[in-house]
């Protein structure tokens, strides 16, 4: 063999190995962009989570008040700015619900639907209603709220591990 097929064959197994080099660097590449994606998904998603469990107990608070207000004037209705407040809330719930019930099935979906008319039906008109059937509709909705809360929960376990 002499020098210059040496030579070729040198240049073709460093163009091999270069070769070989690129497209491992490009398989990891993707992988890291996958695994970037991942976390951001999951951190939104946690975030989401947070941001809907702040906006329940922000509508609970609100509607106990107008309940209690109501209860207090005699059965009057409750400031129409601050039902539309109230009102607004659920439908920014409804939207971050929504967001989270993108990720999962159609049974949760529905769920969290029901969850967020339940709440709409609580602001524009249990909370002038007795105690009782006010206390009964949160039960309803906690009951919803604790399922979701579940699965908040149960995804920030799985993104730890």
Not at 18 to 33: D, E, G, K, P
């Amino acid at each position: 063999m002499n020098a210059t097929s040496r030579l070729t064959y040198l240049s073709l197994a460093v163009a091999t190995l270069a070769m070989v080099s690129s497209f491992f660097q490009s398989y990891n590449y993707s992988r890291n962009l996958e695994v970037v994606q991942r976390n951001v998904i999951r951190g939104e998603y946690l975030r989401t989570c947070r941001d809907i469990i702040d906006a329940y107990f922000q509508i609970k608070m609100r509607t106990y008040a107008m309940h209690e207000a109501a209860g207090a004037a005699g059965a009057e209705p409750a400031a129409p700015l601050a039902q539309r407040e109230v009102e607004a809330s659920v439908f920014r719930f409804g939207a971050l619900g929504t967001f989270l019930a993108n990720f999962r099935d159609d049974a949760v979906r529905e769920r969290y639907t029901q969850l967020s008319w339940k709440l709409l039906a609580i602001a524009r008109e249990t909370f002038k209603q007795p105690r009782e059937a006010f206390d009964k509709a949160y039960g309803e909705a906690d009951t919803l709220f604790g399922e979701m809360n579940e699965d908040c929960a149960r995804t920030a376990r799985l993104s730890f591990l």
